[in-house]
């Protein structure tokens, strides 16, 4: 098992998630704004089968020229997105509890 972490430029990230969410693909979004990159981006999390991968990559890929075709990007040297993969395969779950007093 795979975690893909993708931060995608805001101009990408609402067709990116659902042209994903219609091939089955499920995901976790985190919102944010500058920092990384200094502009509005999204951050989406994956957990994938290896074997899953390369039919992930090309989807995020897809998705992302599908918006280049409809509407004209920002400039040319805004990224689509950047990911990073980690191994989950042995990773132990955190837990936090709260205190109710």
């Known amino acids: 098992m795979k975690l893909l972490i993708c931060i995608i430029d805001d101009f990408y990230s609402g067709e990116v998630e659902r042209q994903l969410r219609?091939?089955?693909?499920?995901?976790?979004?985190?919102?944010s704004s500058g920092g990384f990159l200094r502009k509005g981006s999204t951050t989406f999390l994956f957990g994938v089968h290896e074997t899953d991968l390369p039919g992930l990559k090309a989807a995020l890929n897809e998705a992302c020229l599908d918006v280049e075709k409809?509407?004209?990007?920002?400039?040319?040297?805004?990224?689509?997105?950047?990911?990073?993969?980690?191994?989950a395969a042995n990773a132990t779950p955190l837990l936090l509890t709260t205190d109710p007093k």
Not at 22 to 31: D, F, K
Not at 70 to 87: A, E, G, I, N, Q
Request: proline share 4%; glycine share 4%.
């Open 22 to 31: 219609e091939h089955g693909y499920r995901m976790t979004e985190l919102a």
């Open 70 to 87: 409809k509407k004209r990007p920002k400039d040319k040297k805004t990224h689509r997105y950047t990911s990073f993969l980690v191994s």
